[in-house]
């Protein structure tokens, strides 16, 4: 097994999206926030799904940026639920990157996201366990 694919999670990325030249830096780097956002998004899926409706970022804990990422490379971003409280949910968030014409991917972020599962007033509600 390539080295840079190890611990790679097995499950299917909950996004995955190619980076574009609108989402770099001068440099061809992607922008770390626009990489935090597609992370974002993909906890929201989870969390949403989890509390049966809408869920709001509360934090971000963690995030550490490992490797850059480049114009074409196609971003997968994992995302798991690992801890249900009586109204938030926090979730395991991995990006990892794969250049446009090989087979090896690294892991280029990594963070917690805590959701709070919210009502029709934007209150706190309970989610299930």
Known sequence: MDEARIGQPAQQPAIRVTTMPADANPYGDIFGGWLMSQMDMAAGLVAS?????????????GMKFHAPVAVGDEVSVYADLVKVGRTSMTI??????????????????????VF??????????????
């Open 49 to 61: 799904r989890h509390a049966h409706g809408r869920a709001v970022t509360i934090a971000v804990e």
């Open 116 to 129: 709070v599962a919210i009502d029709e007033h934007r209150q706190p509600r309970p989610v299930a366990g």
């Open 92 to 113: 395991d968030v991995q990006a990892w990157r794969r250049g446009r014409h090989v087979e090896e991917s690294c892991l280029v972020t990594q963070a917690q996201f």
